[in-house]
């Protein structure tokens, strides 16, 4: 059974730059879409970036993008998110999500959460002002 374990979150000050880690282990992840989704405080949880099983098409919430990279090492069985210019309203937990069925889907369904199957548990990314 695949594991999902996010890293790099914590309290970091408007402006500033983090990168998040997803490592995943128990299965490869090559071959499958993997995303970064978040949920912020009285929100509910929303897309933020996804990239395909080689890195060839990526996508982006407009509220990250220009901000954040999302890029993978299937090498490294790691996906990862570049966050720069964080904002208050990027307060979040960050979820790395792993696709396991291999579906053809297109450009709009990798912003739905249901596509994904697998989980991780979740950094907590807090920006102060």
């Known amino acids: 059974q695949v594991q999902l374990v996010e890293s790099g979150g914590g309290l970091v000050q408007a402006g500033d730059s983090r990168r998040l880690s997803c490592a995943a282990s128990g299965r490869t992840v090559s071959g499958f879409a993997m995303g970064w989704f978040r949920r912020a405080p009285g929100k509910e949880r929303e897309f933020v970036a996804a990239i395909s099983w080689n890195g060839a098409s990526i996508y982006y919430a407009d509220s990250v993008k220009g901000r954040f990279t999302i890029s993978r090492d299937n090498a490294k069985n790691t996906l990862y998110l570049q966050m720069n210019k964080l904002a208050p309203e990027d307060t979040a937990f960050y979820y790395c999500?792993?696709?396991?069925?291999?579906?053809?889907?297109?450009?709009?369904?990798?912003?739905?959460?249901?596509?994904?199957?697998?989980w991780g548990q979740g950094t907590q990314v807090t920006v102060s002002s």
């Open positions: 999500a792993l696709e396991t069925h291999g579906g053809n889907y297109s450009p709009s369904f990798y912003r739905r959460d249901a596509i994904y199957d697998a």
